[in-house]
Nanobody, 126 residues
């Protein structure tokens, strides 16, 4: 079900930064494990990050490790994906998804997530 809303995407030059947001008015995100996916044109969805409810289990894909950081703001019921040192290969539509199953989040199981957003496009280009 599409019940999450992403925002913050846009056009950015290589080396730049963007912060994506994921929120919903339907339920409390802190009760879920939150994954970020991205899908580039003509490619399958790729898992980017899993923000587990257990902080030590938070993961990042190797392709973004050290450049992206995920966090929660429970006061605003929002999850953020801070992206630095962006590269043209980061260009994609970025989706957030919520799962009750930590395993679904950790293995980036798109079909194992409970709720999804419609995505926000990120273009990295000079």
């Amino acid at each position: 079900q599409v019940q999450l809303v992403e925002s913050g995407g846009g056009l950015v030059q290589p080396g730049g930064s963007l912060r994506l947001s994921c929120t919903t008015s339907r339920f409390t995100l802190d009760n879920y494990h939150i994954a970020w996916f991205r899908q580039a044109p003509g490619k399958e969805p790729e898992g980017v990050s899993c923000l587990s409810r257990i902080p030590r289990n938070t993961l990042y894909a190797d392709s973004v490790k050290g450049r992206f950081a995920v966090s929660r703001d429970n006061a605003s019921n929002t999850v953020y994906l801070q992206m630095h040192s962006l590269k043209p290969e980061d260009t994609a539509v970025y989706y957030c998804a919520a799962a009750t199953s930590e395993n679904s989040c950790l293995i980036y199981a798109w079909n194992g997530m409970n709720y999804w957003g419609k995505g926000t496009p990120v273009t990295v280009s000079s």
